[in-house]
Each structure stands twice: as C-alpha cells, then as structure tokens.
C-alpha cells in the first residue's frame, strides 16, 4: 500500500515537471527560434515625412553699378532683405520659397567688366573675377544710358550665374523707393535662372505640371527622364539598305566635340556611359507613304509611335543594363523610300527631320540623295554630316534630361550655352528640379516600406535594411536643412543618397523570404510534431486536477 502511494507520487511530481519544463522553457524557446527577426525601423520619423515642408533659399546678390544710385542711397548700402512666399501642391506639401537679397555697390573692377564692348564679354570678365556658388544669383544693375546691353533689351543672362538688369538713373528719394521700383524685373531674373513654382510642382507630383490635362501638355511633362545615379546612351545607325548605301559616320568625334562637354557638366547630377552601334537591315515599322506634291515620301504625326517597337527589339541595349537608356537612332531611307521626310499634327514639315519619345530617346531621318550625282554607282559611299546631326540629338538629350528650354521674358536675352551644351544657371534649375523630385521619391518609397513592413508582421527585416532605412531618413533630414540653408549642391547629393539607400532598402531580396510563412502555417507545420507529446502531458494534467478536486471534496466532507 505505502509502496503504491510513493509511486503516484512520483508519477504525479514527475508529469508536473514534465509539463513545468514544456511551459517555462519549450514553448517560450520555441517561439523565440521561429519567430521572424525585425529589426527596429524609425516608423515614428518616417510617418512624420509625410507632413514634409520644404523651404527652398535662394542667395540673390545685387550690384548697383556707377549711375544708378545717388550719393545718399549709396549710403545705406550695403544692406539684406528677406522675402518670402509660400504655396502647396495637392494640400499636403507646403511649400516655402525664400530669397535672402543682399545689395551692395559694384567694385571698381566689376566696374571695369560693365564697361566691355559686349555683354558676352562683361559676363566672362565677371566670372573670372568671383565665381558664384551653387543656386545663388548675382544681377549687376546698370544704368538706362549704357550700352552694353543693345537696345530694347532690359535684361542680359550669360552663361554663368551672373545677370545684367537695365535701372534707371540715380531716382530722388529713398532706397527702398528704387528696390520696389526694381522688384518686378528682379524676380523675372531670379526665376528665370533658378526656379518656378511650376518647375518644382511638376517635380513634385511626377514632372506631370498641374493643370494640363491635354495629351500634349502631359507628354512634355513626362518626355524627361525621372532621376537616376546613371544613364546610358546609345547612338545607333540604321542602314536599311546595305547594298545601295555605304554609311561612314564620326561618331567617335562627335560625341567628344558635342556631347562630352554637356556630360562632363552634368557629373555632379549622374554618370554617364555612351556607346555606339550601326545595325544593318533595320526597317521601319510603318510604310511611309508617297507625296508627289514634293516627289518623296512622308511619315505622319500618328504613324511615329509605331515606329520605335520594330527597332527597339534589335537595339538590344535595355536588358543590358539597370540605368535607363537613352536611345538616339540614326535612320537613312533605302533608295526606292527616299527621300523622307516627318510631319507634325499639322501636316507641315518638320525642319530638323526628327522626332523625340518621351523617356526613350529621339529618331532622326537623314536623307542621302544628294550624294547620289547625276550617274550613281551603288553602293554609294557617304559620310554623314555630324554636325547637324549631333545638333538635333543634343538638343534631343537636354530635353529627356530635363534640362527644359527656358522662355525668356520680354526684353530678355539669353546668350547660348555653347560647346558646353548647358549654362551654370540652366545647371542650377535642373539640380533645383532634382533635388524635389529626389526628396518626393524618397519620402514616398520609406512611407510605403513602412505601411508595408507594418501590415504584414511575418516579413524578415535584417539589420543591413534598417541601416539603409536609417541613412535614407538621415539623408533626408539633411536635404531639407541644406535646402532651407541654400546649399544646393550639399542638398542634392544628400537627397541622391536619401532615394539611393529608400531604393536599396525597398527592392531588397530578404524582404520576401518569409512572405507567404504567416503565423497559421507555422502552426499547422509544428502541431503534427508537438501533438503526440502533448496529449500525455495534457492527461496527466487532467488526472492529476481531478485526484486534488476529489481529495480536496473528501476533505470538506471529513471536517
């Protein structure tokens, strides 16, 4: 009898121990080994990105020269004046322009360079002597009765970031009377060589400018590519007809004269990479139609897209590479199709022969015929005049990289960017576009890496993430500072970093090893497992409860 009571005693201290262990230790231990890892995310700092303000600040610096002061309002210059405006795009994004102005009166060196024969060579002799940094906006006022500027022109942009204002004479009274005097034409120049509320709107909500809703207000929004760390540019040539026409073109040399100028400005923007090719039996995939009118052969308006998929199929350059490609094709018309020549909507000939794809690149037909003499001998052999060729792809390339020609007001003159393909100015509009369009991809990317990582619990999130999504939020941080600050060049390079690292972290691999292992299939896979062990402990459990129930009654009834 005593031996009987000691062995249920053991066995009932040896399944309480039994299930002690399982409870304490397994099941927590358990848990903890298959449970996913997720490593802490600052959801609280990227929530409040979407309450973003952004403060852009422009350093404007005005020079009056000999003449358009008086004595008495030279007096109480230098000075700084402050103005700003503030606006919203779709209600949510406030933003804040600011333009610090500072006035001061010319040197006597700067007075020296106003007094060239042209405004070309004032705006060189300017540069030599102070180059301007990155974003700010230096207008030299003159005087009415100079004449460097030629006449009926109120206004004089270079190249650089230096400006030229026509003013008026010394003005009797205050200086405040003749900076209000001056504010209009000042703010046009500002603008024309910074930024527009529509530049960074368009920026902001995809380059798509608000208020255009027709097919061609949204194509010259979208033509330009969205930014990115790289390009890629192919120049390829298209010889349908191999054996009438015998193709040489300089391609080597015309990118070294015409494009490598505009590439090695943009640097600070992106790296670039051109290559070349010359694809043979490469047709069209449209029949141009025939125009006796003008003895040769049309492509209309709305046959051009049709164009690109034949070609694009042979080019072979997209899969090769995870930048965007800019295309820029090179097509001489076969014999029996030539000459050919592109309409616009309106049924005018287009005078460079060329048309351009929003976020693809540009085609432009040469026509050959000229070539052929009076007694062709085929194949003929023809070199291909560059120079007119690399103009309309240059000016094709401006525009897919967002470098949008600038309609000058009235009485403005605006001197050409030259070999270099882009002004210091034109640079500045293009890093200010940039630098929004950056700071709103990035902000968009964490915010719905957040939403997403916060829905779906069972999604691994390792450390190397959480660095990225802490940098990009910290680059952030850092683009908007430098913006309020006014260091353009500091703020997009922060903001590059900030879409680089939102980028990394969202196309991520790891993020979709345990996807579709949710908390239900865990279960399922591991009951089938714990199950048999479970059930002896469970009734060992039960049995042990009812013999304390069934002592503890006998008890009550005893006493």
Not at 28 to 55: D, H, V
Request: contains cysteine; hydrophobic residues 40%.
């Amino acid at each position: 009898m005593a031996a009987t009571i000691v062995e249920k005693w053991r066995g009932r201290n040896a399944a309480l121990a039994i299930a002690a262990v399982v409870i304490i230790i397994g099941i927590p231990l358990w848990w903890k080994t298959t449970e996913t890892y997720r490593a802490g995310l600052p959801y609280s700092e990227i929530s409040q990105l979407e309450n973003l303000q952004l403060q852009l600040t422009v350093a404007v610096e005005v020079v009056f020269s000999r003449g358009t002061l008086t004595p008495e309002q030279q007096k109480k210059v230098p000075l700084t004046d402050t103005h700003e405006k503030e606006h919203s795009v779709d209600g949510k994004t406030n933003l804040k322009y600011r333009y610090e102005t500072k006035y001061r009166t010319a040197t006597v060196m700067e007075e020296d360079a106003l007094t060239m024969p042209t405004p070309e060579e004032a705006d060189l002799s300017l540069f030599r002597l102070s180059e301007s940094p990155c974003g700010s906006v230096v207008v030299y006022v003159i005087p009415e009765s100079s004449t460097l500027l030629p006449e009926g022109a109120s206004a004089y942009v270079g190249k650089r970031r230096t400006a030229v204002l026509r003013g008026g004479r010394g003005r009797p009274g205050g200086l405040a009377a003749v900076l209000e005097a001056l504010g209009p034409a000042l703010e046009q120049v500002v603008q024309t060589m910074s930024f527009t509320h529509q530049d960074i709107t368009a920026a902001l909500t995809d380059r798509v400018p608000l208020g255009k809703t027709n097919r061609e207000g949204r194509a010259d929004g979208m033509r330009a590519f969205k930014s990115s760390p790289g390009y890629e540019i192919t120049f390829s040539l298209l010889n349908p007809d191999p054996k009438s026409h015998d193709l040489h073109w300089d391609i080597e040399g015309a990118v070294k004269g015409y494009i490598q100028p505009l590439l090695d400005k943009l640097t600070p923007i992106a790296n670039f990479s051109v290559d070349s090719q010359i694809l043979y039996y490469a047709i069209l995939g449209v029949s141009p139609r025939h125009d006796a009118s003008i003895d040769g052969y049309t492509l209309s308006a709305d046959s051009l897209p049709h164009v690109i998929n034949p070609v694009e199929a042979r080019l072979g350059s997209n899969a090769a590479s995870s930048f965007p490609v800019l295309n820029f094709l090179l097509y001489v018309p076969d014999a029996p199709h030539s000459p050919l020549y592109i309409r616009d909507h309106s049924g005018k000939t287009v005078p460079t022969n060329a048309f351009h794809s929003p976020r693809w690149g540009g085609i432009m037909v040469f026509n050959v015929q000229e070539h052929y003499g009076e007694e062709p001998r085929f194949p003929v052999h023809i070199n291909i005049d560059m120079v007119r060729v690399m103009g309309v792809f240059l000016a094709q390339l401006r525009l897919l990289l967002g470098i949008q020609q600038v309609q000058a007001p009235p009485g403005f003159l605006l001197q050409s960017p030259g070999n270099e393909g882009v002004t210091d100015w034109e640079l500045d509009r293009l890093l200010w576009a940039r630098t929004a369009e950056n700071i709103a991809t990035a902000t968009t990317t964490l915010t719905s890496l957040a939403q997403l990582l916060d829905e779906i619990g069972n999604i691994v999130i390792n450390d190397n993430i959480a660095e990225q999504v802490y940098s990009a939020v910290v680059s952030l941080q850092l683009a908007v500072a430098e913006l309020e600050a006014g260091n353009l060049a500091f703020a997009f390079q922060a903001s590059k970093e900030a879409i680089l690292s939102s980028e990394r972290a969202f196309f991520d691999p790891s993020l979709l090893h345990l996807l579709y292992f949710p908390d239900d299939q865990k279960f399922a896979i591991y009951i089938p497992l714990f199950l048999p062990m479970s059930v002896p402990i469970l009734l060992s459990l039960l049995k042990i409860a009812g013999e304390y129930r069934k002592r503890r009654s006998e008890r009550v009834k005893t006493d």
